[in-house]
């Protein structure tokens, strides 16, 4: 129904043209880059983190994410490269001292002031409010703006002198094209950590490998065939000779001397003292006889004398 002489129908409603392209409020965009957590859409407050490709998170939020290990965990794009805790590093942010906070604005009445920013760049002043492009060292954390290394170059931190390199700076919030960059670099990065993984793994094992081996192998045998001089009773030096029986499969001695070849090294010395007392007695016993037989003769030799 309609169009019954009440209503006047305009161009634009009977006409359908292409649609409008509708635009993003850039300052609005700075606002939720710059001043709200990537993860959670909540206020940046300390302690703030930053990955590796530039976008800034808070803390609690990142170790929420990493503990929940439900399986109805919703899948966020914003973290989705996050897998640690190392993936992220703390920022060491400057204070703005003109920054007055959210205080004044409680009430509502007040004009917000998107240019004042709550940091800024320590070297040049420069307020990080998304007007300027902003940088930090993956180092040390520290933050700074693009415009401060670029005038005073050098090879260490300006605020806390830690040396690094220019694959250690990484942009905050940076466009399509530094974020591929940067996710290239991090890519890199990744893969040269499992490998340097990998071959201290593998140095680690073979280490252990030959430490397992020198266990095993027997040493140099102790109990090897020796000649041990033991002083008798009478003052001689009788050598006795030691032997270990070797088993019919094994032709090697091991190193270590078990119990029995101590006892039988025992049985040997009790048999050498036993010996060594036999010969004492036969000795003691032929000159004994000599004297008898030189005492006989001269008696004969005397009575012959006398007859």
Not at 185 to 195: A, G, I, N, T, V
Request: hydrophobic share 30%; with cysteine.
């Amino acid at each position: 129904m309609g169009c019954d002489g009440g209503t006047i129908p305009k161009r634009h409603e009977l006409v359908k043209g292409p649609r409008k392209v509708e635009k993003v409020d850039k300052n609005a965009e700075l606002v939720a880059r710059w001043y709200y957590c990537a993860l959670s859409q909540e206020k940046l407050c300390r302690p703030i983190v930053a990955c590796e490709l530039g976008r800034l998170y808070n803390k609690d939020a990142i170790i929420k994410f990493l503990l929940d290990k439900s399986a109805d965990k919703t899948p966020m794009e914003a973290a989705s490269h996050i897998k640690s805790i190392k993936n992220v590093t703390e920022l060491n942010l400057a204070d703005n001292p003109a920054w007055s906070g959210d205080k004044e604005s409680i009430k509502g009445d007040k004009y917000d002031d998107i240019q004042s920013a709550r940091f800024i760049c320590p070297v040049v002043g420069l307020e990080m409010n998304g007007r300027h492009r902003f940088c930090f060292l993956k180092n040390c954390g520290c933050v700074f703006s693009e415009r401060a290394l670029k005038e005073i170059k050098s090879e260490v931190c300006h605020k806390c002198g830690v040396p690094f390199q220019e694959e250690d700076v990484i942009i905050l919030n940076g466009n399509k094209e530094d974020v591929e960059v940067l996710k290239k670099r991090m890519e890199d990065r990744r893969l040269k950590s499992k490998l340097e993984k990998k071959s201290k793994k593998c140095k680690s094992a073979e280490s252990a490998s030959q430490q397992d081996t020198i266990e095993d192998s027997p040493g140099p045998s102790k109990a090897k065939n020796g000649k041990d001089c033991i002083n008798s009773s009478s003052g001689e030096k009788r050598q006795i000779v030691f032997t270990k029986s070797s088993d019919n499969r094994n032709s090697s001695v091991p190193g270590k001397i078990n119990k029995a070849a101590s006892a039988t090294t025992k049985r040997s010395i009790a048999d050498s003292e036993e010996k060594s007392e036999a010969y004492k007695s036969i000795f003691t016993s032929h000159s004994s006889a000599k004297r008898s037989k030189e005492e006989c003769s001269n008696w004969i030799t005397h009575t012959a004398y006398y007859f």
